[in-house]
């Protein structure tokens, strides 16, 4: 069986950072690769944030681009998200997926197992 489990999550105001952490288990972490999505209400859930197996390769959404951070630890079976200058735009559940494949995927559906998700919100 495979979990993953996000935390970090918080109200913050708007310049703040977070560190997002997801905690996996049941698979060969180091082997896969690892992103992150948000869902606002009443939005469709969006790409923000992925890694390939190693950390050698990292891609971003626009919007976040130059304040966000992707990274893993595969000692202990964990990816990150460090969130700075923090906006109210970037409140929204944030969920850690886990892709079958070494090379990242801005894609939802190319993810296979999926956390519950962390709510992150930004006050003006």
């Known amino acids: 069986q495979v979990t993953l489990v996000e935390s970090g999550g918080g109200l913050v105001q708007a310049g703040g950072s977070l560190r997002l952490s997801c905690a996996t288990s049941g698979r060969t972490f180091s082997r896969y690769a690892m992103g992150w999505f948000r869902q606002a209400p009443g939005k469709e859930r969006e790409f923000v944030a992925a890694?390939?197996?190693?950390?050698?390769?990292?891609d971003y959404a626009a919007s976040v681009k130059g304040r966000f951070t992707i990274s893993r630890d595969n000692a202990k079976n964990t990816v990150y998200l460090q969130m700075n200058s923090l906006k109210p735009e970037d409140t929204a559940v944030y969920y850690c997926?886990?892709?079958?494949?070494?090379?990242?995927?801005?894609?939802?559906?190319?993810?296979?197992?999926w956390g519950q998700g962390t709510q992150v919100t930004v006050s003006s």
């Open positions: 997926g886990l892709r079958e494949s070494a090379v990242p995927s801005q894609r939802s559906g190319e993810y296979d197992y």
């Open positions: 890694i390939s197996w190693s950390g050698g390769i990292t």
